[in-house]
């Protein structure tokens, strides 16, 4: 397994998941850039991703949707806030219906990914920041924390090819 912490902490609003990896921070950077690698590896195994659209700059949006085991869909935006390739990504995240429209319900959460190297490893930290503490604990109790762990666990294996 490639997680190595994952830590919640509630006074900041914050879930912040970390990885290594042993390849490069470019290749690394890949996954988040190209599409159909990140369609490989965001979303639990058992709900895989597909990305309709992705627009990855500053100010671009990506619209997805994961489809679960009995077919049903979860579907999902970012908008892309910030981009320092290859070594940071910010983006708004949040639910979408059925036809990509953001669903205000459960607002928006902002990620920031960090890629360092280390000795020729990459660290890639994913830190989530919650609107409110009932945002966090509603995304934690859905599945959040688990989900991120066991998507980020699939990057070995794509990175290995």
Same mark, same amino acid.
């Given at each position: 397994?490639?997680?190595?912490?994952?830590?919640?902490?509630?006074e900041a609003l914050t879930l912040a998941i970390t990885a290594e990896f042993t390849a490069g921070v470019e290749r690394v950077w890949q996954t988040?850039?190209?599409?159909?690698?990140?369609?490989?590896?965001?979303?639990?195994?058992?709900?895989?991703?597909?990305?309709?659209?992705?627009?990855?700059q500053p100010g671009g949006k990506a619209a997805y949707y994961m489809t679960?085991?009995?077919?049903?869909?979860?579907?999902?935006?970012?908008?892309?806030?910030?981009?320092?390739?290859?070594?940071?990504?910010?983006?708004?995240?949040?639910? #979408? @219906?059925?036809? +990509?429209?953001?669903?205000?319900? $459960?607002? *928006?959460?902002?990620?920031?990914?960090?890629? #360092? @190297?280390?000795? +020729?490893?990459?660290?890639?930290? $994913?830190? *989530?920041?919650?609107?409110?503490?009932?945002?966090?604990?509603?995304?934690?109790?859905?599945?959040?924390?688990?989900?991120?762990?066991?998507?980020?666990?699939?990057?070995?294996?794509?990175?290995?090819?």
């Open positions: 397994m490639t997680v190595t912490s994952s830590i919640k902490t509630p988040w850039e190209d599409p159909r690698q990140l369609e490989r590896w965001w979303g639990p195994p058992t709900w895989p991703a597909t990305f309709e659209t992705y627009d990855f679960g085991p009995d077919g049903s869909k979860g579907h999902g935006w970012w908008k892309f806030t910030a981009i320092a390739a290859p070594a940071r990504l910010e983006l708004d995240d949040g639910f #979408a @219906d059925d036809n +990509g429209e953001p669903v205000a319900d $459960i607002g *928006t959460a902002h990620m920031a990914v960090s890629l #360092a @190297d280390v000795d +020729g490893r990459t660290l890639m930290t $994913i830190t *989530t920041t919650f609107e409110s503490t009932e945002q966090m604990e509603k995304m934690v109790a859905m599945g959040m924390e688990e989900g991120m762990r066991e998507a980020m666990g699939q990057i070995d294996a794509i990175l290995a090819e």
